[in-house]
């Protein structure tokens, strides 16, 4: 059974950081691309940034220049480190598993930025 379990959102003010965690079991991590989307209240879930087997990053031009995405899979865990925080900010973020057809989601962990 696949587990994406997200941690590290909070309250922060504009300008400050955060780094969200997820934790992956049950999946092939090393062999399986992973993306964080976020969702803020009234407006569809949206791409943040992927990473995949290899290293490979994007990111939406929203975040690009202050956001980063990482993995470890030593620790079946990928982070986002996230900079320069905004108000706009403000959402669920979720952690996304690609394997193959098979797209698996956590429960997302709230981001909320204050101005």
């Known amino acids: 059974q696949v587990q994406l379990v997200e941690s590290g959102g909070g309250l922060v003010q504009a300008g400050e950081s955060l780094r969200l965690s997820c934790a992956a079991s049950?999946?092939?991590?090393?062999?399986?691309?992973m993306g964080w989307y976020r969702q803020a209240p009234g407006k569809q879930r949206e791409l943040v940034a992927t990473?995949?087997?290899?290293?490979?990053?994007t990111y939406a031009d929203s975040v690009k220049g202050r956001t980063s995405i990482s993995r470890d899979n030593a620790k079946n865990t990928v982070y986002l480190q996230m900079n320069s925080l905004k108000p706009e900010d403000t959402a669920v973020y979720y952690c996304?598993?690609?394997?193959?057809?098979?797209?698996?989601w956590g429960k997302g962990t709230l981001v909320t930025v204050s101005s």
């Open positions: 990473i995949t087997t290899t290293g490979w990053t």
């Open positions: 996304k598993a690609v394997r193959g057809a098979m797209n698996y």
């Open positions: 049950g999946i092939i991590f090393s062999g399986t691309t």
